[in-house]
């Protein structure tokens, strides 16, 4: 699949296509509360960074802080609640497969 195939599919599939002036080459992604940055690859579209979670208009890092897992934005966080991180993870899965080009 080309990239345009790719974001048609996302887009079919329930996914948000955005674009921001920060990152001119991506084009944002998000579902729920999920979002992630892809650009052009020699192979369709490839992933910027790591998926994240909405704060605000940027994305925040799933990382630990003080021994839980958290979504940080610079100074704003988010805790990582088991239904977020569900989300998260099936957003992470969902999309992987997408850019895998393999079925659902």
Excluded: Y
């Amino acid at each position: 699949m080309d990239s345009s195939e790719i974001l048609q599919a996302l887009h079919l599939a329930g996914f948000e296509l955005q674009i921001f002036d920060r990152f001119p080459r991506a084009i944002g992604v998000t579902k729920g509360n999920c979002i992630a940055l892809l650009e052009p690859a020699v192979a369709g579209l490839r992933l910027v960074g790591r998926p994240g979670w909405r704060i605000g208009e940027v994305l925040g890092v799933l990382t630990m802080k003080d021994g839980k897992q958290v979504f940080q934005a610079k100074d704003q966080l988010v805790e990582g609640t088991p239904e977020r991180l569900n989300e998260f993870r099936a957003f992470e899965a969902e999309l992987g497969d997408f850019l895998a080009c393999r079925p659902n």
